[in-house]
């Protein structure tokens, strides 16, 4: 039998895919990924991954029924139930409730797989491999293979464990009730266990449980016994669908977050390599039947509940980037997958996560929409500060075809429902939530006066300039009024701009004459707190301003 080195690797000479996987890597033209996988693949657990599973509330597992048949189930416990002794082991101080699909599963040389994943952060870690020991309370785990998943698709959840006693109610049936499919129907997330043992001691054979997520809906009911799910792009290893293709029986679990009750299903899947089929679903590279043999509902049978509404995770792509000023770019993402984005409200932002170069992690952003929201697609415009790190990252080195990761469109700043009459008015990058406005606003029927009011340092410091004149030509009710604060020798007056100067709140106030207009502001936090004093001042209601600070 091959071994590894003391640190864990593998031979140089054993991939870490089985004939299963490699078949399907090459059927979608990826077999090169084994290039890179051999180092990402290990037969032993790195530190971060130990600590991380140190610290998990539960884990989801896969394994087989007496009659070999595999399930998904949720191991559970406080924080340090999972303890790693060394790189290549767990202990897990728990096992399924009475009643699961999986009770008495976990006993010893029985192949497993698990998937740690932290819902609130999204991160996921996949360990397989087999039982070196088992108890009733609890058992050991040998590892075969480690690794870690990126965090597409994962649907963001705060978890909290519930003090109430559990009273499980265990229901097994052959076919889906009615109540059963309208929770997959509106599930955003299941897992999925399959798995593979050939002939000899290759840790690529054994168990698997992997992680599934998109939009509501994505898995479709076609039956009482019948689900069919999209294959979207992954890490490209394929093992799920590598297990499929050597072995179709497979198993599902679908969790109610908010009552912690589990669906557990067991059938056989089948991979539907037609691509006009697969085009039909945005997104899916391949589709996935799957026909149900056998269920078991676990009603409340966790400690642990989780929100019921996650914010929506999706990877995004950008398209292109294009110069707005001296010193702003705009960025357009589409969806990695080729799906329909979430729709957003004009002046909402878009949270991102920035995975930062050279391993160093990941930060957060939050940067205003600044598009049409009718596009089908999602813009930032980002300024380019020299001390800030994500700017000098998305202007410098972030590349057009390279991914990040986003969550669903958020914020109250948004247009009133009320016909009255609008000023706009914004400095420097606060454009950005107010142009997207100014695009709602053409792409309305009506004649609401609107005055988009922008203060910029100079010419070459002002942004969308020829934008904003094409949406204001096609609409008479639009005017737009520019303040050049520090105009350049090269500005004119009356054709680059229309005053010198800060905007005042006396000079807003004198564009209606109306008592019911409606002022919404976006801009530095002095510029908002001089035009909300001074418009109050004016005699204008608290509640007729809105703003936005950046």
């Known amino acids: 039998m091959l071994k590894t080195d003391a640190a864990g690797n593998r031979p140089e000479n054993r991939s870490p895919f089985h004939d299963g996987e490699k078949q399907v890597q090459e059927r979608l033209g990826e077999r090169d990924v084994e290039l890179w996988a051999r180092g990402a693949i290990r037969e032993s ?3 971060q991954h130990r600590a991380f599973f140190e610290a998990q509330m539960f884990m989801i597992a896969s394994a087989r029924d007496s009659d070999g048949r595999p399930w998904a189930t949720v191991l559970e416990g406080w924080p340090g139930f999972v303890r790693s002794p060394d790189a290549r082991s767990l202990t897990v101080a728990a096992q399924p409730v009475e009643s699961d699909a999986l009770e008495g599963a976990f006993s010893e040389g029985a192949d497993v797989g698990f998937i740690g994943i932290e819902l609130a952060t999204r991160r996921r870690n996949r360990v397989n491999g087999k039982v070196s020991r088992a108890g009733a309370e609890g058992f050991g785990f040998k590892v075969g293979q480690s690794f870690g ?3 597409q698709y994962i649907r963001a959840r705060d978890v909290r464990w519930s003090a109430e006693k559990t009273k499980v109610k265990a229901e097994r049936k052959a076919t889906l009730s009615a109540s059963q499919q309208q929770w997959i129907q509106s599930a955003d997330t299941f897992f999925i266990s399959t798995g593979y043992r050939g002939e000899g001691d290759n840790p690529a054979f054994g168990m698997d449980v992997s992680h599934r997520g998109g939009e509501r809906g994505f898995v479709e009911v076609l039956g009482d016994r019948t689900l069919r799910f999209p294959d979207y792009a992954g890490n490209q290893f394929y093992n799920t669908l590598g297990n499929i293709q050597n072995d179709p029986r497979t198993g599902l679990l679908f969790l109610d977050f908010t009552t912690g009750s589990l669906l557990q299903m067991t059938g056989r899947a089948t991979i539907i390599w037609d691509k006009a089929e697969a085009a039909k679903v945005p997104g899916a590279r391949q589709l996935v039947s799957f026909e149900i043999e056998s269920i078991v509902e676990l009603t409340s049978a966790l400690h642990l509940r989780w929100q019921k509404d996650a914010d929506a995770i999706r990877s995004l792509r950008l398209v292109s980037r294009h110069s707005e000023s001296a010193d702003v770019t705009s960025f357009v993402f589409e969806a990695r997958d080729g799906g329909a984005l979430p729709a957003f409200r004009a002046g909402q932002h878009l949270p991102l996560e920035i995975h930062l170069p050279g391993g160093f992690g990941k930060v957060q952003r939050s940067y205003s929409l600044s598009g049409d929201p ?15 790190l994500v700017s000098r990252i998305l202007h410098d080195v972030f590349p057009v075809g390279g991914f990040l990761d986003a969550g669903r469109p958020s914020g109250e700043f948004a247009l009133p429902d009320a016909k009255s009459p609008l000023v706009l008015a914004s400095a420097g990058i606060g454009i950005t939530p107010l142009l997207s406005m100014l695009h709602q606003l053409a792409g309305e ?14 010419g070459d410091h002002h942004a969308f300039r020829k934008e904003a004149q094409a949406l204001a030509k096609d609409n008479p009710n639009v005017q737009l009024i520019t303040h050049y604060t520090r105009p350049l020798p090269s500005d004119v007056p009356g054709y680059d701009f229309d005053h010198a100067g800060r905007i005042s709140a006396a000079g807003l106030v004198a564009l209606t004459g109306s008592a019911d207009t409606r002022y919404l502001l976006c801009g530095p936090a002095a510029f908002l707190a001089e035009l909300d004093e001074g418009l109050q001042r004016a005699g204008v209601p608290q509640e007729q301003i809105r703003f936005e600070s950046f």
Do not use: L
């Not at 009718?374 to 800030?388: H, L, M, P, T, W």
């Not at 009506?446 to 005055?451: E, L």
């Open 149 to 151: 998943n990126c965090s």
């Open 45 to 47: 657990m790195p530190d």
């Open 374 to 388: 009718s596009d089908g697609r999602y813009r930032i415009s980002v300024k380019r500060e020299a001390q800030g």
């Open 445 to 458: 029927e009506g004649t609401r006066p609107v005055w988009f009011v922008h203060s910029a340092r100079d």
